[in-house]
Nanobody, 124 residues
Framework: QVQLVESGGGLVQAGGSLRLSCAASGRTFSVYTMGWFRQAPGKERDFVAAISWSTGNTNYADSVKGRFTISRDNAKNTVYLQMNSLKPEDTASYYC?????????????????WGKGTLVTVSS
């Protein structure tokens, strides 16, 4: 059974940092692209960042470029999202997701697996 379990969310002041983790199990994720999406209250779920497990290629939403970094640890089957210079508008539930293949352009409707999310709140 595939499981994606997010952790690392919490409350942080604007300008601060958080690191989210996504522990993956139940599959050989080396053939997948992993992504982070986020959903603010009352809004749609949006793409944040992606990384191909096999190639290491990455992709970011314009709103987080230069502030967020996605990475992976093959030995731990874990994907990370390092978030720096956080802003109140980054407040959202953050979801880890997986899609088979190496394409790092991801859309919510094409993902194969989802985690349950972790809440990030950035205070001003």
């Amino acid at each position: 059974q595939v499981q994606l379990v997010e952790s690392g969310g919490g409350l942080v002041q604007a300008g601060g940092s958080l690191r989210l983790s996504c522990a993956a199990s139940g599959r050989t994720f080396s053939v997948y692209t992993m992504g982070w999406f986020r959903q603010a209250p009352g809004k749609e779920r949006d793409f944040v960042a992606a990384i191909s497990w096999s190639t290491g290629n990455t992709n970011y939403a314009d709103s987080v470029k230069g502030r967020f970094t996605i990475s992976r640890d093959n030995a731990k089957n874990t994907v990370y999202l390092q978030m720096n210079s956080l802003k109140p508008e980054d407040t959202a539930s953050y979801y880890c997701a997986a899609r088979m293949g190496t394409i790092v352009t991801l859309y919510e409707g094409t993902m194969d697996y989802w985690g349950k999310g972790t809440l990030v709140t950035v205070s001003s």
